[in-house]
């Protein structure tokens, strides 16, 4: 465990780009698969653990990040509801 620590710290580039990736695929979720959006959710506090980024840092990243989900799937619907109104007509 500590030997993943060191890579993570050495390698923050990488980190960062993993750590994106992460929040991309968490925010591509869909809404009903709650086992997978809790996963996602334990997966991203993980990869920050392990990066050693400090408590109030990852919560508050957590709370951004769900709350960017929730916007991310509003946009996502009026995307949606768009393209069933232009393929109704």
């Known amino acids: 465990m500590e030997s993943i620590r060191i890579f993570f710290e050495t390698n923050y580039k990488l980190s960062i780009v993993i750590f994106l ?48 989900k929730i916007y991310w799937d509003r946009w996502s619907f009026k995307e949606e509801a768009k393209q069933k109104k232009r393929r109704g007509r």
Do not use: D, T
């Not at 709650?34 to 709370?63: A, E, H, P």
């Open 21 to 68: 990736a992460l929040v991309f695929l968490f925010l591509n979720l869909k809404r009903e698969n709650k086992v997978g959006y809790i996963m996602m959710q334990f997966v991203i506090l993980f990869f920050m653990y392990l990066c050693k980024i400090s408590l109030n840092y990852i919560l508050s990243g957590m709370l951004l990040i769900n709350v960017s």
